[in-house]
């Protein structure tokens, strides 16, 4: 099941210009994740954050984490065009071991 | 909404077993699937793709041997960990896309495999 929610569920902006993405959930986690879809592609793992972290940097990955208001938000700078995927997050609850994603944003960089 | 299913949920198994897991998608077509692997509380980690009637492709490290991937429908994808060891012990998803470029992703439930 997917109860998270991406938001915007779309996005396109021009190259060079920082993207934001919003991912709100509704219980307890244990953990944040964010994955990168390329078209065809499988999932790809970009950045886990724990409930214990606010803000976490992989490269021009940005992820901040507020447990308070259950939301999370992943901010890519500087895009590129290679950066066009769809973005999901995926939390992992305190008692199990799976996974519950969001429906995705599908962001769109124009060059 | 589109729905996967996955079947077994979970499975406990002896070492030196094969298990098969079966990935549907019951109210779309899915040309492609999308098999991944989590440790407790770890990352997703993609094991492969499986395209209807052809070979999947398997990512970097994944024994194919190991996963046998069929996709031999359009609704139908099955994963068959051969000769099960502990370490296979795991929690195995799949995702189906539906439409092409962009087609909204669809995950299962996952199956959680226990071989002893």
């Known amino acids: 099941s997917q109860q998270g929610e991406e938001d915007p569920q779309a996005l396109s902006i021009q190259e060079g210009e920082n993207a934001t993405m919003n991912c709100s959930y509704k219980?307890?986690?244990?953990?944040l994740q964010w994955y990168r879809q390329n078209s065809g592609r499988g999932l790809v793992h970009l950045i886990l954050?724990?409930?214990?972290?606010r803000e976490k940097h992989s490269g021009r990955l940005r992820v901040t984490l507020d447990t308070s208001k259950k939301s999370s938000s992943l901010l890519i700078t500087a895009s590129r065009a290679a950066d066009t995927a769809s973005y999901f997050c995926?939390?992992?609850?305190?008692?199990?071991?799976?996974?519950?994603f969001g429906k995705g944003t599908h962001l769109i960089i124009q060059p | 909404g589109a729905v996967v299913s996955q079947h077994p949920s979970w499975v406990i198994c002896k070492s030196g077993t094969s298990v098969k897991i079966e990935c549907r998608s019951l109210?779309?077509?899915?040309?492609?699937m999308f098999w991944y692997r989590q440790f407790p509380k770890q990352s997703l980690m993609l094991m492969a793709t499986?395209?209807?009637?052809?070979?999947?492709?398997?990512e970097q490290g994944v024994e194919k041997d190991k996963f046998l991937i069929n996709h031999a429908s359009l609704t139908l994808s099955t994963l068959t960990v051969t000769s099960a060891h502990p370490e296979d012990s795991s929690f195995y998803i799949c995702?189906?896309?539906?439409?092409?470029?962009?087609?909204?992703?669809?995950f299962g439930e996952g199956s959680r495999l226990t071989v002893l």
């Open positions: 995702s189906a896309e539906m439409g092409s470029w962009a087609g909204e992703l669809f």
């Open positions: 954050i724990r409930s214990n972290e």
């Open positions: 499986s395209n209807e009637g052809s070979k999947a492709t398997y």
């Open positions: 995926a939390t992992v609850t305190g008692g199990a071991d799976g996974l519950t």
């Open positions: 109210d779309f077509q899915a040309t492609t």
């Open positions: 219980t307890s986690i244990n953990n």
